[in-house]
């Protein structure tokens, strides 16, 4: 069995007893732009961002890639993580000063070092610091910088910063294979070396990601399901949603409500279902949706109140282009140019129409474009 399914396992063996337990499934896992925004469910988001530099390259970076995905993330944001909470991307550092640097980290990090991911964290701080002021031999000096940190735990942490090391070097050794396997094969590729590397840490690590490649199964697996009803889709979600995060789960839906309203409503089939329903209820199935994500009343009526704007504008932009393509059909020149702008006047009015225009000179025409119901 592989070794992330051997973890999912293990996590719905511990589910509290009552909820129903959610089969979510090891899918293959094509189609990244389901998720790609992290999830990273998430994992589009500042935490993931690590300063660029030799040492502490994303696993992203390494590799080579410039966009966001579950299996290119180093270790993200972690809600258990209390350090994490106030985490800001690095600024300058214009002056050296060794003794300020190490104790501001020793201060920082004492109460969450022993959390593996805290100690990556740690570790990015420090080649940050010593590539900046010692480039010629900075990994020489990680040793001592934790001797002054955190001496009880020096030799521990330095094991653990040489075991991060082989990774990201192991990363680069490999990128190009990586980047020519499908998702599903390099993200086994990888789970393999991080545990050969890291052993069970590496489930500590990597936590957020294992919660975000959750998510991203549930969404293959609706979007495997096309004759699944919209309401067992979205309990479906939610479900994986709940399982990932357990006890945070809560606090998690609501920072990341939007997103993940965001990310369900994009799956094909569950555009699929939207679509095949009469307006009004396809507006109630959406409030629906929209309920079972936390929002109030007051947001719902808010929401009631945008999907009725957008169907009217979309109604209005599915005319216009009917309208459009009998007058580019039947004119030419600047008869056509004339009765064209005389018709996104009457139809969008006079600011908009000249952002129509511009959209349709540049060749893009938005309501062309199939419309994401629920999104737009």
């Known amino acids: 069995m592989k070794i992330r399914e051997q973890r999912y396992r293990q996590e719905e063996d511990v589910t509290v007893s009552g909820k129903r337990k959610l089969i979510i499934g090891i899918l293959g896992l094509g189609g990244a732009g389901i998720i790609a925004l992290v999830f990273y469910i998430m994992a589009s988001s500042p935490e993931d961002v690590s300063p660029a530099g030799k040492g502490h390259l994303t696993d992203a970076q390494i590799m080579g890639k410039t966009e966001k995905s579950a299996e290119t993330s180093t270790a993200k944001s972690n809600p258990a993580d209390p350090s994490d909470q106030t985490e800001q991307l690095p600024g300058e550092i214009f002056e050296q000063n060794d003794e300020a640097f190490i104790q501001n980290l020793r201060e920082k990090y004492k109460n969450t070092i022993y959390h593996k991911w805290s100690q990556i964290k740690l570790f990015e701080k420090i080649m940050e610091y010593l590539e900046k002021f010692y480039p010629d031999d900075w990994e020489s000096h990680v040793l001592d910088f934790l001797k002054r940190m955190f001496p009880e735990l020096a030799d521990e942490l330095h094991a653990q910063f040489q075991k991060n090391m082989a990774y990201r070097q192991w990363l680069m050794d490999n990128r190009q294979e990586?980047?020519?396997?499908?998702?599903?094969?390099?993200?086994?590729?990888?789970?393999?070396?991080?545990?050969?590397?890291?052993?069970?840490?590496?489930?500590?690590?990597?936590?957020?990601?294992?919660?975000?490649?959750?998510?991203?199964?549930?969404?293959?697996?609706?979007?495997?399901?096309?004759?699944?009803?919209?309401?067992?889709?979205?309990?479906?979600?939610?479900g994986a949603v709940r399982q990932a995060y357990g006890d945070a789960s809560d606090r998690f839906i609501e920072k990341r409500r939007q997103e993940l309203m965001d990310r369900f409503l994009a799956v094909e089939t569950v555009q699929d279902d939207l679509y095949e329903l009469p307006l009004e209820e396809r507006n109630q199935k959406l409030r629906e949706f929209r309920k079972s994500m936390g929002l109030d009343e007051e947001a719902l009526k808010r929401w009631d109140q945008l999907d009725r704007e957008?169907?009217?504008?979309?109604?209005?932009?599915t005319k216009y282009m009917t309208a459009r393509d009998e007058i580019a059909a039947k004119y030419e020149g600047d008869e056509q140019a004339q009765k064209l702008q005389a018709l996104r006047d009457e139809v969008f009015g006079t600011d908009w129409a000249e952002i129509i225009k511009n959209e349709e000179e540049s060749g893009f025409y938005r309501f062309q474009e199939k419309r994401k119901l629920g999104m737009e």
């Open 178 to 238: 990586l980047n020519l396997l499908s998702r599903d094969d390099r993200m086994d590729r990888i789970w393999d070396t991080r545990y050969q590397i890291f052993g069970e840490d590496a489930y500590e690590i990597w936590e957020v990601e294992l919660k975000t490649e959750q998510i991203y199964d549930a969404l293959q697996q609706i979007n495997g399901q096309p004759d699944v009803p919209f309401e067992e889709k979205y309990t479906t979600y939610l």
């Open 310 to 317: 957008r169907d009217a504008e979309w109604d209005k932009g």
